[in-house]
């Protein structure tokens, strides 16, 4: 490995092992391609970049409701209170997220693939926001695949964003908590997009829990 760059896989790359042999590999001037669930919500070592593009891949779980869906829309429960019965399955989302090294186009690949200049001429309207979010002008690939289709109503746009959110926090070496990337998933679609949807999608996506949950008002929550 020494006498020639390579590419090298690393699973379970978040962790303290995995972190330090990637960051080690990139400053060698190998490529790395690291695979993490970051389901530990932290980077144990932060990966340089410096000498080496370096790639994030992200996995998000998609979710079932089983009851009392629609608790979880603001109008509701900041009166009344809400209550969900929720599953996290083991069928996922997900994307990985680099830097190009030859240009500084914004490549988005899902269904279709955009190639564009700045942010504000990405069609994915969720990719958009997350980067303009990030403040990210330009020179980025963000990819998705997934184990079940858009449209099945199994939150897959809010697998999506908060994959996405995961893998630009990574990316900028600014791992946050899974509570605080659900809260930005719902400020960007809430917020910012203006979707009238509930919560249960972001929260279900970062937090990874499969139990009754009892939704409470702002600042939203769960016990």
Known sequence: MKNAKQTVLITGVA??????LADRLVREGHVVVGIDDLSAGILETPISRRDGPTMIVTRTPYRITLGCGGTDLPSFYQEHGGFLVVVAINKYMYLNVNTPILDDLIRVRYTK???????????????????????????IEINSIAD?????????????????????????????????LAEEACHIELDLLKKPIGKQDQFMAALDFSQSRRCLQDPWCCA
């Open 15 to 20: 962790g303290f092992v995995g972190s330090n």
């Open 113 to 139: 693939t955009e190639i564009v200049s700045k942010v504000e001429q990405v069609s994915h309207t969720l990719a958009r926001a997350a980067l303009s979010y990030f403040g990210i002008q330009d020179g």
């Open 148 to 180: 079940i289709p858009a449209g099945t109503g199994l939150g897959s746009s809010s697998c999506y964003l908060v994959g996405l959110l995961n893998a630009l926090h990574a990316l900028a070496q600014n791992p946050v908590s899974p509570q605080q």
